[in-house]
């Protein structure tokens, strides 16, 4: 199975995320819509959804993730490499990995930037990664993929809100999983989702987005097939893209005759969307959550960005995939955290918009950190954070 002609064995070293302390139930959301909760409960997969407070954005969160897996390395100075993955983005100039790459202490030596597709980023970071530490060797990659998803009240995305960030060490020899060296791509240019510089929220057409998720994948799978000669009973499962779960439980039966993937779906309901991180959320609540022992097995990944660009590719999984992962921790956080009222949801806003006021030691008294990081300031447009 794994004979695959490949130059070197590179993939994921390591993977770790981190989402807001604070979540909304999404039964509580449908009691103040006139909704019936099973439309999210049912109609979109969804249960709750995270929602931050003032003092915390991508590069808190991004940072948070990115420390758990530096806890798993020896040296961090083997990281020549930071791509930071957003469709949040704050700043069209300065990016959001280099805040990450000073909190980090990180080697000046290091290059940073950020990526952006839609949702599809922090795959084109993680192939980039790749691609980077096999023609660099003994270097390690640090790709980041963090969003925040928000949009206006009473709209058909307001259910689907959420955020998280994913932080991915790539290397050689990696303990987790093993990149494969085929994938099938279908970019298309389809106006099913954008968001002009000025706006606070993204604009969508929601059926040909839906639409356009699945014709991609046909043409991604079909593509991922021919280059790798296997079929799809080779893959043992398959994680997708979740920008709410009706959608990949929709594609899995489309394409996969069925296939349960309800343990690669436990998180995202969770969570909501969160776009560049959701398919590798979808990762990590696979192997947290999915009771067989998965060394050796094949994992399919299907990523989508709207606009649009889509991958298939696979990862192996690794015998000593155990001795890294985070299963317990992930699973105490999200059952850890506070939820939020109605009126607390609405006081801290439905749009981007409202995040740039920051309280300062007010918002310290009022909101609990996730992590060593808060956002402090926002002045002039410019962003300033601080330890706790």
Not at 39 to 47: L, V, W
Not at 360 to 387: H, M, P, Q, T, W
Request: net charge negative; aromatic share 12%.
């Amino acid at each position: 199975m794994l004979n695959c002609n490949r130059k070197k064995n590179v993939g994921i070293d390591a993977i770790a995320f981190s989402t807001s302390r604070y979540f909304l139930s999404l039964k509580t959301l449908a009691e103040h819509r006139n909704v019936d909760y099973r439309k999210y409960y049912e109609g979109i997969g969804q249960e709750k959804m995270a929602v931050f407070p003032p003092n915390e954005d991508i590069v808190t969160i991004a940072i948070d993730a990115a420390q758990k897996v530096l806890a798993k390395i020896e040296n961090k100075n083997e990281i020549d490499l930071l791509i930071f993955a957003t469709e949040s983005s704050f700043d069209l100039s300065k990016s959001a990995g280099i805040y990450v790459h000073h909190f980090l202490g990180l080697k000046p030596s290091c290059r940073v930037f950020d990526i952006k597709q839609a949702c599809y980023s922090a795959t084109a970071a993680l192939q980039m990664a790749k691609n980077f530490v096999e023609n660099n060797s003994g270097s390690k990659a640090l790709v980041i993929g963090s969003d925040i998803v928000k949009y206006s009240p009473n709209t058909s995305g307001e259910p689907t809100q959420g955020g998280a960030a994913v932080a991915i060490l790539v290397s050689e020899n990696p303990r987790l999983a093993y990149i494969e060296p085929f994938s099938g791509v279908y970019t298309a240019d389809v106006a099913d989702f954008w968001r002009p510089a000025a706006a606070n929220e993204a604009m969508f057409d929601g059926r040909l987005s839906a639409h356009n998720y699945l014709r991609s994948l046909e043409y991604a799978l079909d593509g991922y097939l021919e280059q790798s000669s296997l079929n799809l009973e080779d893959i043992d499962y398959t994680c997708f893209h979740a920008p709410f779960n009706k959608m990949a439980i929709k594609a899995a039966r489309q394409f996969f005759s069925e296939r349960d993937i309800k343990d690669a779906l436990v998180y995202n309901a969770l969570i909501g969307n969160s776009c560049s991180a959701s398919l590798y959320i979808s990762l990590i609540s696979l192997i947290d959550n999915c009771k067989t022992d998965l060394a050796k097995k094949r994992i399919g990944m299907y990523s989508y960005g709207s606009g649009s660009v889509a991958e298939y590719y696979s990862l192996v999984i690794s015998d000593q995939y155990k001795s890294v992962v985070l299963s317990e921790e992930n699973r105490q956080n999200l059952a850890n955290r506070i939820e939020v009222s109605f009126d607390e949801y609405e006081k801290l806003g439905t749009t981007t918009e409202s995040f740039n006021y920051i309280g300062g030691e007010n918002a310290i008294a009022c909101y609990k950190n996730i992590g060593s990081v808060f956002l402090a300031e926002v002045k002039d447009g410019y962003r300033r954070y601080e330890e706790v």
